[in-house]
């Protein structure tokens, strides 16, 4: 079993900056890929950010030259830098790992980005 746990969200004004934290415990030697979701209020969840074990990253066009993931295995932990926020930025971001048997999902934290 693997939990995940983020923090970091909150509100921010537009244009303004966030940093998501996604930290992991449990197996964590079984954890590959991990990642960033976000659901806004009557959408369906999307995929925002992923990156692997070895460190490849790879990024939605929605927020391509804003959000940057990163991961520190050290700490067990997984990053979202956000950047130049938007108000439909606005949204439950949820940190994801994936294992070879499972996907796991964290409770999620808010972001509201105001203009």
């Known amino acids: 079993q693997v939990q995940l746990v983020e923090s970091g969200g909150g509100l921010v004004q537009a244009g303004g900056s966030l940093r998501l934290s996604c930290a992991a415990s449990?197996?964590?030697?079984?954890?590959?890929?991990m990642g960033w979701y976000r659901q806004a209020p009557g959408k369906q969840r999307e995929w925002v950010a992923s990156?692997?074990?070895?460190?490849?990253?790879t990024t939605a066009d929605s927020v391509k030259g804003r959000f940057t993931i990163s991961r520190n295995d050290a700490e067990n932990t997984v990053y979202l830098q956000m950047n130049s926020l938007k108000p439909e930025d606005t949204a439950v971001y949820y940190c994801?790992?994936?294992?070879?048997?499972?996907?796991?999902w964290g409770q999620g934290t808010q972001v509201t980005v105001s203009s």
């Open positions: 994801s790992a994936v294992s070879v048997v499972h996907l796991y």
């Open positions: 449990g197996s964590i030697s079984s954890i590959g890929a």
């Open positions: 990156i692997t074990s070895g460190g490849m990253t």
